[in-house]
């Protein structure tokens, strides 16, 4: 399979990708979650991963990150992730830690640094001035000394993406960070990650909520198992990629500018 | 024992060998249980403490048979079957709570069985299940020092990769840490202060001194660190409510009277929490 890019241009076409993925493949038992996965991210880009419940999206982050046995390569500017997974941060799905551990915003965002402190070193001044840093740019720091459990599923969301910002990456893969919050709150997350974007960050997210798509992603990847379509929005969503993607069960129906997705069921 | 006066009834206990000895290493117990409890608390892994605890009988039975340390005894067999259980769940479809529930009660019948083999066994069996710190010696008193100091130390070197671990275990690992390897260090970390604690509060109780002050402190307190802080507090407090009451009414083995202590604790600050919803909280987002 031919690798797809989304380069915006090809004047970068000499540097080495932000992320390079190629043949990735993940099994579960018997069966093939992944199926040779391959794609480039060029640096700065804002990445949204699509597809049906079940589709590997998660899979997909946690094979570039490592933490699920996947065959395939993986290179982070050119090198691979295991001298470079510092520059790498993850932001989980905010169901995915325990809720019942006491934190306060700031105790969580200064865990960021856990690994690139290292062993037997305790986070220090510079750690937590990172840290307020890390909310300022998320609009968070006046809660920094709240309980994180009091804040609202959106605060909570920013307070994990600062937390990924204060380890300093080159690169974020977020899980859902739009799922489970109000469409203004979707807005308002959305256009962060696209001032990090702006700022050099590469960003790669994983969704179900379509309605979003067109404007806010330089690319998106379908995926299904395989990589059905990689691209700009405007090319990728067609009918027949977006029936290949998520089966019968949608609708496809150009409103005005933008495409709109009408889903059989709601849990799209 | 009888005294009068407070000042009187604080000192009498105390100018007795024994129970300087039990009282200081009931608080030096008190303490590192709920340093290790305030992670066991948050893991969840309170059942396989209790568990270990059972699990590491027919070693504490075979060490007092043959005048060893029990607790060297109990740890050999505390662990054995920590990788007994991990054995089991990975070569069958036994899910890891069954596999645990197999072979502690399986363990303990083992100790039970052995010890019964001996005459007079039901005193040595009491002593035991419920342990009496007011027959530790100094020599024990040096190994709850050393072991329990390493632990501590363990504790405070891995602390930042041991809280992120125990609330995102995921980001840890996404971070670079070797969660399996600190899993497995965190089992044995409790392994081996379930076991020094025995010889105090005994086999069925010490998992109340490793859970309850952490369970006390997660009412009121809204960072982690205070919960370890708040349960060394109440470790000590219990520690030394508990040696009095064992002092002064004839026959209440220690490990009642400390584990009663922490549980009071634990009903007072529940009713009495200023955290509206604190209870809830316990359940919330299960």
Not at chain 1, 133 to 140: D, I, K, N, P, Y
Not at chain 1, 245 to 264: A, H, N
Not at chain 2, 7 to 36: D, E, S
Not at chain 2, 196 to 221: E, H, R
Request: contains cysteine; charged residues 10%; glycine residues 10%.
């Amino acid at each position: 399979m031919a690798i797809a890019s989304a380069s915006p241009s090809a004047a970068y076409a000499t540097a080495p990708a932000a992320l390079h993925v190629e043949h990735l493949s993940v099994k579960y038992e018997d069966r093939l979650v992944l199926d040779a996965v391959s794609f480039e991210v060029e640096s700065g880009a804002l990445v949204g991963i699509i597809g049906p419940n079940g589709a590997g999206k998660t899979t997909l982050l946690k094979a570039i990150l490592g933490l699920t046995p996947a065959s395939g390569s993986v290179l982070v500017s050119g090198r691979a992730l295991r001298q470079r997974s510092r520059r790498v941060a993850y932001v989980p799905q905010i169901n995915a830690v325990n809720w019942r551990f006491p934190a306060t915003v700031l105790d969580v965002v200064v865990m960021g640094r856990t690994g690139v402190l290292g062993w037997l070193r305790w986070p220090g001044k510079r750690d937590r001035e990172l840290a307020h840093a890390a909310l300022e740019q998320v609009h968070m720091d006046h809660l920094a000394q709240r309980s994180i459990a009091d804040l609202s599923g959106g605060q909570q969301q920013r307070v994990f993406l600062a937390r990924a910002l204060a380890q300093e990456p080159d690169i974020l893969l977020l899980d859902e960070p739009i799922s489970g919050v109000d469409v203004p709150t979707q807005e308002v997350i959305l256009h962060l990650l696209r001032d990090l974007s702006a700022t050099g960050k590469t960003l790669l997210l994983t969704t179900h909520h379509l309605q979003h798509l067109e404007h806010h992603f330089d690319a998106l990847l379908c995926l299904n198992h395989r990589l059905i379509a990689y691209g700009p929005p405007s090319k990728v969503m067609t009918p027949a990629v977006v029936e290949a993607t998520f089966g019968r069960s949608l609708v496809l129906s150009p409103s005005s500018e933008q495409i709109i997705l009408e889903c059989g069921h709601h849990d799209l | 024992m009888t005294c009068s006066g407070v000042w009187n009834c604080i000192v009498v206990p105390l100018q007795f060998g024994p129970t300087q000895r039990a009282l200081i290493a009931a608080i030096l117990i008190g303490a590192l249980c709920a340093v290790i409890g305030a992670f066991v608390v948050l893991q969840e892994l309170s059942f396989i403490g209790d568990a270990l605890a059972h699990a590491s009988f027919p070693g504490v039975v075979i060490a007092a048979l043959l005048g060893f340390n029990i607790a060297l005894g109990g740890a050999i067999f505390g662990v054995a079957t920590a990788l007994g259980v991990g054995w089991i769940t990975r070569r069958s479809k036994v899910s890891l709570d069954t596999a645990i529930g197999v072979l502690f009660a399986g363990m303990f019948a083992l100790g039970i069985f052995l010890l019964s083999l001996q005459q007079n066994y039901i005193k040595e069996l009491f002593g035991l299940l419920l342990g009496d710190v007011l027959a530790v010696q100094s020599g024990d008193l040096w190994i709850i020092c050393g072991v329990g100091g390493a632990i501590l130390l363990l504790v405070l070197a891995l602390y930042k990769e041991l809280v992120l671990m125990t609330f995102d275990p995921t980001a840890a690992q996404a971070q670079g840490l070797p969660t399996g390897v600190l899993h497995y260090l965190l089992l044995c970390l409790m392994a081996v202060t379930v076991v020094i604690s025995i010889q105090s509060v005994g086999i069925v109780l010490v998992v109340a001194m490793i859970v309850t002050p952490a369970a006390t402190a997660s009412l009121v307190v809204r960072r982690f660190a205070s919960i370890i802080v708040w349960g060394v507090v109440q470790g000590i407090i219990a520690a030394t409510a508990g040696i009095y009451m064992s002092a002064y009414i004839d026959g209440v083995p220690t490990g009642s009277s400390i584990v009663l202590a922490h549980t009071a604790m634990f009903l007072l600050v529940l009713l009495v929490s200023p955290r509206p919803g604190a209870l809830g909280g316990l359940f919330r987002r299960a």
